[in-house]
């Protein structure tokens, strides 16, 4: 008689998992920017003002930061299961984004279904980085950047239907909202921690106090909140830049975020496990300030691609060092919420630069707008030089 045996299940390894969570990231985050991505139809269509679009973008700005302090205030991304965590984000955004095509003539309840949409996105991004520092303790620098690799792409996503061809715009939020849920999938199916993630600590609000009073964790943060500056404030009112500067259009604003930020993303990671977190953030901060500064001369001689790209790579490249310096330097046991509450005020701050820079433009110009950005960077790399001090 032959006794007939179940196949071993296969082994996952690091590479596996990190390839795993970085299509995860692609499909998921393809929601952030699908109302961004549609705005000229959706005013168009829904006579929405200017106004009212601005909201659609900081609405997720700061639904990720609340969820993000709710997460960190109960320790969910070190207390819950982390596919269980994903997975059931992700599939909330891809409901409230599938909802939305739905609602022309209730514009009071656009704003709320993206506000829901970014508190969903706070239980992906930032798990999604703890899962990948479980399974790389020791090159977490590399494995990180192709993570927000991944991020930026998926991100740019939206914007490539509408640069190629005339897609309607209820399909692009569609197909977010149907990615989205292929990620959800993966995640339960395939996602696990990996065995450098600690085991489940006791519930801990002081953890927030012990973050503020540690200074190599602040001058994290600090460095962190530089980078928010600009990051979010270039990406979403990149193509009123370009439109209003005379700039190159076409694929140009997928070229920047998606192509130029997952080479930064790669190129930054890389070189932090070489030369070290802070080195690298601190150059990348202050080339992207750089970048922010030409950018008001470069406009004016007909040089603004090339600027655009190497800003495009620098304005991303810093954002992995940050996570991995903060994973390293955090308590083991609460990496998780670390990492959310960087990540929870740094989106707020985004949010606020979000609302400013068309402010800046009405008063001086898009050209005079870029400059502006160049504040955050510049406070950040001198957060990082403390931190390399240290």
């Known amino acids: 008689m032959i006794t007939l045996r179940p196949a071993p299940a296969r082994p996952t390894t690091g590479a596996r998992q990190l390839a795993l969570l970085a299509a995860v990231q692609v499909c998921v985050m393809s929601v952030w920017f699908s109302a961004s991505a549609v705005v000229p139809a959706l005013r168009a269509e829904w006579g929405l003002s200017r106004e009212h679009t601005i909201l659609l973008t900081v609405a997720v700005q700061v639904g990720f930061a609340g969820g993000a302090v709710v997460s960190a205030a109960l320790n969910l991304a070190d207390r819950v299961r982390p596919q269980v965590l994903i997975a059931g984000s992700a599939l909330l955004a891809a409901v409230v984004t599938a909802v ?96 450098a993630s600690a085991a489940a600590p006791p519930w801990s609000l002081r953890y927030l106090l012990r973050m503020v009073a540690d200074r190599r964790q602040r001058l994290v943060c600090l460095g962190y909140f530089g980078h928010m500056w600009e990051l979010y404030a270039l990406w979403a009112w990149l193509p009123a830049y370009l439109a209003a500067t005379g700039g190159p259009g076409g694929l140009t604003t997928f070229a920047v975020i998606g192509l130029c930020g997952a080479v930064g993303c790669l190129l930054g990671g890389a070189l932090s496990d070489r030369c070290g977190r802070a080195a690298v953030a601190m150059t990348a901060l202050l080339v992207s300030a750089g970048c922010a500064l030409l950018s008001y001369p ?93």
């Open 100 to 195: 939305l095509p739905w609602c022309a003539g209730a514009h009071g309840v656009v704003v709320p279904l993206r506000f829901l949409t970014g508190f969903a996105l706070a239980g992906v991004y930032p798990v999604g980085m703890k899962v990948v520092v479980s399974w790389f303790p020791r090159r977490r620098g590399i494995a990180l950047g192709v993570l927000l690799g991944a991020l930026t792409l998926g991100s740019a996503l939206p914007s490539l239907p509408a640069a190629l061809t005339s897609v309607p715009w209820q399909a692009v939020l569609l197909c977010s909202a149907a990615l989205a849920t292929l990620g959800a999938g993966i995640t339960l199916v395939f996602v696990r921690p990996g065995p």
């Open 298 to 390: 470069a406009a004016g001689a007909g040089l603004l691609l090339p600027v655009l790209l190497v800003w495009g790579v620098a304005v991303i490249a810093d954002s992995g060092q940050f996570s991995a310096a903060l994973a390293e330097t955090a308590d083991p046991r609460y990496v998780g919420t670390a990492l959310t509450a960087m990540t929870a005020f740094g989106f707020l701050l985004s949010a606020a630069t979000i609302q400013l820079l068309p402010l800046v433009a009405d008063a001086a110009g898009w050209r005079a707008a870029g400059p502006a950005l160049a504040v955050g960077p510049l406070l950040g790399a001198v957060a990082m030089h403390g931190l390399r001090r240290r």
